[in-house]
């Protein structure tokens, strides 16, 4: 069951396979290739047993044992887990007390019958898109070790990857969820703004912040998502609307949907291998139309003066008393967006509601757009630079430039990993508000076209956890 989907655990768990043995089995992984990946950052072992075996128990007894049912699960360490501190990647946090209850995604999840195994690396307070944290090392990309993970959910996506767990949980402000699944070669789902409930969970720049889920395959990200959805007034942001079960169209193809390629901005600073990966969806997809989304370039800008004021706001009394004890790179950024002048700030908003408009607007005449994830496939952990049109340009604020200006304004994606060689790169599948099933639908017919699928780690590197440490 090590590369068993979801989808697969669930369905050995409801006939009969124990879920104290799937747990066992995914506690003896994480053991043995979580000092190479360095993607955890707490293991919930006895927690993790005990539901286990109360599973099992309800299974006997012919109760319902829930759609994911003995399925190992872990999440970012932004998320509250009951019993731990809840780091957001921070030195500072881990002073705070063990959380009182846990995050209310990990709650549905855990009623819908999965089970956490643990909390994942991530870059400093989200403010990252490399998978480095200062703290405790960078967490590694399961194909490559020597490579970025992608951040901020680099843990997730290094776990997920990895064959650690089936599915993570991760969040996603310009582009954390959509990066790592890019780097690591999984699928992954940034609902629309307000979908899914932040609810005992530590923010990054609240106007902007998204939770979703990972997998290695469409059909797991839809059953996680649609186990999650629901009203909570615990999150002011989360939508009221009744949950739209995504699972029931998954299958239904992509007859009929009108499906077009971003152009313009999206299709500027490409590495070839963001290129061939977008080419290989235009031609499965037989996409004959192209689109540009309207100021995209300054919707990025106008993401960055929101990212770095709102997030400056909330750690100003970190930064005045402890200052030393944040990453100095992290607290750079955070310090230079606390001297953004306000006028500013409300400029990238009444921006905001513009492109908004401009964007939705498109969607009265497509289904979804097809865009790249990242402009190349993960760089070396700890490089610097790399050249974007011929311009040396910094990796770090620059591996999002495709995610941005569509998180600015709360759009649903689903990013679909494309097995190129050495390393994956992903896809975007964009699309209106609400429409999480259109863009599931499409991934799942590129995964049972084999265009998207999520590559299993070559033998040395899935066992790389004794050439990890003979690198020192």
């Known amino acids: 069951m090590a590369w068993a989907s979801a989808a697969e655990i669930a369905r050995s768990v409801a006939g009969g396979e124990s879920a104290v043995a799937v747990v066992q089995a995914a506690l003896a992984r994480i053991a043995g290739r979580n000092p190479a990946l360095n993607a955890f950052t707490a293991v919930t072992e006895a927690r993790a047993l005990a539901k286990a075996a109360a599973i099992d128990d309800a299974r006997r007894k012919r109760a319902s044992v829930g759609p994911l049912a003995g399925v190992p699960f872990a999440v970012k360490n932004l998320f509250d887990v009951h019993g731990i501190p809840t780091l957001a990647g921070s030195k500072i946090n881990r002073d705070n007390s063990p959380a009182a209850r846990d995050a209310a995604l990990i709650e549905r999840l855990e009623a819908a019958g999965a089970i956490l195994v643990g909390a994942l690396n991530m870059g400093e307070y989200a403010y990252d898109f490399t998978g480095e944290n200062a703290h405790d090392g960078p967490s590694r990309n399961p194909h490559d070790l020597t490579r970025m993970s992608g951040g901020s959910s680099g843990g997730s996506g290094s776990a997920v990857g990895g064959g650690l767990v089936p599915l993570a949980l991760g969040s996603d402000t310009n582009g954390s969820i959509r990066v790592p699944s890019s780097f690591c070669g999984i699928f992954g789902l940034k609902p629309t703004y307000g979908r899914l409930s932040r609810a005992r969970t530590f923010p990054f720049v609240a106007s902007l912040d998204h939770l979703g889920p990972f997998a290695r395959t469409s059909e797991d990200l839809a059953i996680a998502y649609d186990a999650m959805q629901g009203p909570d007034a615990d999150d002011p942001a989360c939508t009221d609307r009744p949950a739209a079960p995504a699972t029931p169209s998954l299958r239904r193809g992509t007859d009929g949907l009108r499906v077009a390629l971003a152009g313009g901005w999206f299709r500027k600073g490409q590495f070839p291998e963001a290129r061939e990966a977008v080419a290989r969806v235009t031609r499965a997809l037989d996409i004959g139309r192209q689109i540009e989304l309207p100021d995209a370039e300054r919707a990025r800008s106008a993401a960055y ?43 990238a908003q009444k921006f905001r509601r513009w ?75 964009i699309a209106a508000p609400w429409r999480e099933d259109i863009a599931l639908r499409i991934a799942y017919a590129l995964e049972q076209a084999g265009v998207a699928v999520a590559p299993r780690p070559s033998q040395e590197e899935q066992h790389g956890d004794r050439s990890a440490r003979s690198r020192g």
């Not at 929101?306 to 100003?316: D, N, P």
């Not at 930064?319 to 750079?332: C, E, K, N, S």
């Open 305 to 347: 003066v929101i990212t770095t004021a709102e997030g400056a706001a909330l750690h100003l009394d970190r930064l005045r008393t402890r200052a030393r004890d944040f990453d100095p790179a992290v607290r750079d950024r955070l310090i230079a967006g606390a001297l953004v002048p306000a006028a500013l700030v409300v400029q």
């Open 355 to 429: 492109y908004r408009t401009q964007v939705l607007d498109l969607f009265a005449g497509v289904d979804a757009i097809i865009a790249p994830a990242t402009p190349c496939v993960a760089p070396a952990i700890g490089q610097q630079t790399f050249r974007l049109d011929g311009v040396e340009m910094p990796v770090r604020p620059n591996i999002g430039i495709y995610t941005q200006p569509i998180s600015f304004i709360g759009l649903p994606v689903v990013a679909v990993p494309i097995p190129l060689q050495p390393l994956p790169i992903a896809v975007q599948i």
